[in-house]
């Protein structure tokens, strides 16, 4: 479980990302985050992993999480098996015992022995996926995870994610893409007003989803305005 308690945080006067916000994050949930562009998703993802420090206020984890980032770093030089071989060494936690059939549906299989600055963007995030993924982690923080993948490995990702959830992990993760919102999403948080308000997705079909997720955006637009 993660919880905010009254949590603050702003990187200028002017630009204040969470003002006194509150929310709990379920245990073996998928949680999916939505608000407008730049409103400060990654921020909070980033709040929750510890990367950055809270202003005010307390960040509750009851475990250790990982963060997949939306624009991943990797090491370039090395080759993705060389990639997989260090985060074995380094890593806290062991890999699952099917990396290779990971390996596989993802289609890097034929890629592993490459240098990945040989790679495009979409395989450097499948590699990223892939090493995080591979980690037995309980909490998995993920800013983005398909917008750079082709449709069968979003497919494909979307059902590893939910089997993931069915197998007892909590993943929290930050989209702008609604229908994978609406595929994933056991709860979605609405993140507007610098605050966070949860919702559970038990929308019959996308268009109601869609509908309540934009006229709920729409509100804070309203707000502004006024």
């Known amino acids: ?18 003002d006194k916000a509150n929310m709990t994050f379920d245990n073996k949930k998928i ?27 307390y960040v509750l984890k009851a475990d250790d999480a990982i963060y997949i980032y939306d624009n991943p770093n990797l090491y370039e030089y090395l080759t993705g098996d060389e990639y997989i071989e260090l985060i074995k060494r380094i890593g ?9 059939e990971l390996i596989k549906d993802l289609e890097l299989k034929d890629s592993m022995n490459k240098l990945i600055s040989a790679y495009s963007l979409g395989m ?15 909490l998995y923080l993920i800013d983005e995870p398909l917008a750079s993948l082709d449709p069968d ?7 590893f994610f939910k089997k993931m959830r069915n197998s007892g992990k909590s993943l929290i993760i930050s989209t ?12 979605i948080v609405i993140f507007r007003n610098h605050k966070l308000e949860k919702f559970r997705n038990d929308y019959k079909n996308y268009d109601d989803f869609k ?7 729409r509100v804070e637009e309203l707000l502004e305005i006024k």
Request: glycine share 6%.
């Open 1 to 18: 479980m993660v919880e905010l308690k009254n949590v603050s945080f702003k990187y200028s006067d002017i630009d204040i990302i969470l």
């Open 31 to 57: 949680t999916v985050i939505l608000g407008k562009n730049g409103i400060g998703k990654t921020t909070l993802l980033s709040l929750i992993d510890g990367f950055l420090t809270h202003d005010e206020g």
């Open 92 to 100: 806290k936690k062991e890999m699952i015992a099917n990396l290779d």
């Open 124 to 138: 450097k995030h499948k590699l990223a996926l892939l090493t995080a993924l591979s980690l037995n982690y309980q």
């Open 153 to 159: 490995s979003q497919s494909f990702m979307i059902d």
């Open 176 to 187: 702008h893409m609604l229908n994978v919102a609406y595929e994933l999403a056991d709860e």
């Open 211 to 217: 509908k309540f997720v934009v006229d709920s955006l």
